[in-house]
């Protein structure tokens, strides 16, 4: 079982990136994907996560209304578009796995991809 997350960059302040996680080997649609990130210095943070199926959504909310985290579970993968960038986002950004409840803490997730740095400039 294998996540691969894509799609991070340098951005300016307000732009916007899509984040990708592809589950090799896992399928999405059983699991509750979440992305959590960490910045330089700081502890990882729950960032968003979508249940099984698409079902139900939520977000940290110093990243509600401007992040986004959807499902294709045709290409079994999990994006996170992110708007209106802050220099606060400089982080790198995991995805991560798990299956039965949701969960907001990194502990319970049992499956996670490497990470794609996301750097804001201002």
């Known amino acids: 079982v294998q996540l691969q997350a894509s799609g991070g960059g340098l951005v300016q302040a307000g732009g916007s990136l899509r984040l990708s996680c592809a589950g090799l080997g896992r399928i999405f649609s059983d699991s509750n994907v979440a992305w959590f990130r960490q910045a330089p210095g700081k502890v990882r943070e729950f960032v968003a996560v979508i249940t099984r199926r698409g079902g139900w959504r939520d977000y940290a909310e110093s990243v509600k209304g401007r992040f986004t985290i959807s499902g294709n579970y045709a290409q079994n993968t999990v994006s996170l578009q992110i708007n209106s960038l802050k220099p606060e986002d400089t982080a790198v950004y995991y995805c991560?796995?798990?299956?039965?409840?949701?969960?907001?803490?990194?502990?319970?997730?049992?499956?996670w991809g490497q990470g794609t740095q996301v750097t804001v400039s201002s």
């Open positions: 991560a796995a798990k299956s039965g409840v949701v969960a907001y803490s990194e502990r319970e997730y049992d499956y």
